[in-house]
């Protein structure tokens, strides 16, 4: 599909077809006779796919106008009928199943399998949900980012396409459930973004943040929730493939809007829904996997992903990010309260710190706090702007850094949770350096050379305050007994 124009509405008939397959009705793993099941099966589909279709359409036709600012504490934030509606009408196509996925052959086909049959094989498993509907003019949180690293992954040759079942691109993911949402977010939060759809079918662009700089467009609702069912897709098949090898794929979801800085009760910074945190939830009470491990190397302190699981134990938050930046949080003393008091671990790093920062940081404090945590799946707010060449800050980290960060992340989580771990794509505002930066990480999971050598350029960086750096790392071994 060219990522950059909206699909139109298949063949009621083909996707039936798909979807009656997938329902295990009239194919191998069904029954080969229609009786009374299966034609109620066949109407729920059918109302289905007429409300999909019904979807893709108004994505079509709607018109942009200027934006507005809206409150959406002020949306009917207690409606409940309008809450049980919603809940109903996103649970018909976010019902979460282990029958099967979709993955891609690298032929241009998909095809239905069980999630734990023919991707044996496979090294890396990602999704895709490029929000082309969530944009805003000349906004850095651009809905080009999604494509520009699917065109250099295929320009690169790390795609299905040449990797065959190396690589697998999970397609046709469910999006997630209001339910999945609301195991983060308050429910008065996302009825109300819910509700602003209206206004951003009116107005074309509305700000739901407050004071900052996050917008909403009539489709911003819907992509939310099918980026964090990406993530939630991925979860599903790192598990499975867990336990039928002890060298599982790494999952990477190539997601957007972002999501480390929405807080629990409302969108902030870029970021509409907390994908890595509504992850992390479902991977507990889906998958019994009770201790998460949560690694944030964006350039931002992730204060979402940090105040939803602030008490929690069970659930370690790690943040390396840059001293002052945007939002302001993350300070060394911010290690969690009450039962998850040293749980939650922020190391702010100086201005220009770079790849010496990053391996010092991963050997004498990320080794030692998953050692000590022992987690089950070892989840990544995978930022890319903390680049040297990214616009928006002040570190200088290289394609090289995130090659090494990638590789090692992907060998912790071997040696600790049976090569558990997903990737949740975060910042990155230079298209160049976010496509190479990430295309580099693929290469990593493959275990391939780093190519980081072609697209850096050693001019570009200055010395490091490599001071600081040792005194930030010591001050946080202190503050946690590392």
Same mark, same amino acid.
């Given at each position: 599909?060219?990522?950059?124009?909206?699909?139109?509405?298949?063949?009621?008939?083909?996707?039936?077809?798909?979807?009656?397959?997938?329902?295990?009705?009239?194919?191998?793993?069904?029954?080969?006779?229609?009786?009374?099941?299966?034609?109620?099966?066949?109407?729920?589909?059918?109302?289905?796919?007429?409300?999909?279709?019904?979807?893709?359409?108004?994505?079509?036709?709607?018109?942009?106008?200027?934006?507005?600012?809206?409150?959406?504490?002020?949306?009917?934030?207690?409606?409940?009928?309008?809450?049980?509606?919603?809940?109903?009408?996103?649970?018909?196509?976010?019902?979460?199943?282990?029958?099967?996925?979709?993955?891609?052959?690298?032929?241009?086909?998909?095809?239905?399998?069980?999630?734990?049959?023919?991707?044996?094989?496979?090294?890396?498993?990602?999704?895709?949900?490029?929000?082309?509907?969530?944009?805003?003019?000349?906004?850095?949180?651009?809905?080009?980012?999604?494509?520009?690293?699917?065109?250099?992954?295929?320009?690169?040759?790390?795609?299905?396409?040449?990797?065959?079942?190396?690589?697998?691109?999970?397609?046709?993911?469910?999006?997630?459930?209001?339910?999945?949402?609301?195991?983060?977010?308050?429910? @008065?939060? =996302?009825?109300?973004?819910? !509700?602003?759809? *209206?206004?951003?079918?009116?107005?074309? /662009? &509305?700000?739901?943040? $407050?004071?900052?700089?996050?917008?909403?467009?009539?489709?911003?609702?819907?992509?939310?929730?099918?980026?964090?069912?990406?993530?939630?897709?991925?979860?599903? @098949?790192? =598990?499975?493939?867990?336990? !039928?090898?002890? *060298?599982?794929?790494?999952?990477?979801? /190539? &997601?957007?809007?972002? $999501?480390?800085?929405?807080?629990?009760?409302?969108?902030?910074?870029?970021?509409?829904?907390?994908?890595?945190?509504?992850?992390?939830?479902?991977?507990?009470?889906?998958?019994?996997?009770?201790?998460?491990?949560?690694? *944030?190397?964006?350039?931002?302190?992730?204060?979402?992903?940090?105040?939803?699981?602030?008490?929690?134990?069970?659930?370690?938050?790690?943040?390396?990010?840059?001293?002052?930046?945007?939002?302001?949080?993350?300070?060394?003393?911010?290690?969690?309260?009450?039962?998850?008091?040293?749980?939650?671990?922020?190391?702010?790093?100086?201005?220009?710190?770079?790849?010496?920062?990053?391996?010092?940081?991963?050997?004498?404090?990320?080794?030692?706090?998953?050692?000590?945590?022992?987690?089950?799946?070892?989840?990544?707010?995978?930022?890319?702007?903390?680049?040297?060449?990214?616009?928006?800050?002040?570190?200088?980290?290289?394609?090289?850094?995130?090659?090494?960060?990638?590789?090692?992340?992907?060998?912790?989580?071997?040696?600790?949770?049976?090569?558990?771990?997903?990737?949740?794509?975060?910042?990155?505002?230079?298209?160049?350096?976010?496509?190479?930066?990430?295309?580099?990480?693929?290469?990593?999971?493959?275990?391939?050379?780093?190519?980081?050598?072609?697209?850096?350029?050693?001019?570009?960086?200055?010395?490091?305050?490599?001071?600081?750096?040792?005194?930030?790392?010591?001050?946080?071994?202190?503050?946690?007994?590392?």
């Amino acid at each position: 599909m060219d990522l950059l124009s909206v699909p139109s509405p298949p063949s009621l008939a083909v996707v039936l077809v798909k979807q009656l397959s997938c329902n295990g009705i009239g194919n191998e793993r069904g029954s080969h006779t229609f009786g009374t099941n299966s034609w109620h099966e066949i109407l729920k589909v059918t109302v289905l796919v007429l409300g999909n279709m019904l979807f893709l359409a108004r994505q079509r036709f709607c018109s942009w106008r200027s934006p507005e600012r809206l409150n959406l504490d002020a949306i009917f934030a207690t409606d409940g009928v309008l809450y049980k509606s919603l809940r109903r009408g996103t649970r018909c196509f976010s019902k979460k199943t282990d029958a099967s996925s979709s993955f891609s052959n690298g032929t241009g086909e998909s095809f239905d399998v069980p999630v734990n049959i023919k991707s044996c094989e496979a090294r890396i498993i990602y999704a895709v949900a490029p929000a082309m509907g969530h944009n805003q003019e000349a906004h850095p949180e651009s809905h080009f980012r999604v494509p520009a690293i699917v065109q250099t992954l295929e320009e690169m040759e790390l795609t299905p396409k040449f990797r065959g079942s190396k690589v697998i691109e999970l397609q046709n993911f469910r999006s997630a459930s209001v339910d999945d949402i609301t195991s983060v977010h308050t429910q @008065s939060y =996302v009825l109300g973004l819910e !509700k602003a759809m *209206d206004q951003a079918s009116k107005d074309g /662009l &509305i700000l739901i943040e $407050g004071s900052g700089p996050t917008y909403a467009t009539v489709d911003t609702f819907q992509d939310s929730l099918i980026a964090a069912g990406a993530g939630i897709a991925l979860i599903d @098949s790192v =598990v499975a493939e867990s336990k !039928k090898s002890r *060298d599982p794929p790494t999952g990477f979801a /190539l &997601i957007r809007p972002p $999501g480390h800085h929405a807080i629990p009760k409302g969108p902030m910074g870029f970021c509409v829904f907390g994908n890595i945190a509504i992850a992390a939830r479902y991977a507990q009470r889906a998958h019994g996997l009770k201790r998460v491990f949560i690694i *944030d190397f964006d350039v931002h302190h992730g204060n979402g992903t940090n105040d939803a699981f602030y008490e929690d134990p069970d659930i370690f938050f790690l943040s390396t990010h840059q001293d002052g930046s945007y939002p302001g949080t993350g300070k060394f003393d911010e290690i969690g309260k009450g039962d998850g008091e040293g749980t939650t671990l922020n190391l702010p790093l100086p201005g220009g710190s770079g790849d010496f920062a990053m391996r010092s940081v991963f050997d004498e404090v990320i080794v030692p706090c998953a050692q000590r945590f022992k987690p089950d799946i070892i989840l990544v707010s995978a930022g890319y702007d903390a680049h040297a060449l990214d616009p928006l800050a002040s570190l200088q980290f290289t394609t090289g850094t995130y090659y090494m960060l990638a590789a090692s992340i992907q060998q912790l989580a071997k040696d600790m949770c049976g090569g558990r771990c997903v990737f949740f794509l975060e910042g990155g505002y230079n298209l160049d350096s976010l496509s190479y930066s990430v295309a580099d990480s693929f290469r990593a999971f493959l275990k391939e050379p780093s190519l980081a050598s072609t697209f850096d350029n050693p001019a570009m960086l200055y010395e490091e305050p490599s001071m600081k750096v040792k005194e930030a790392i010591q001050r946080v071994k202190h503050m946690h007994s590392l």
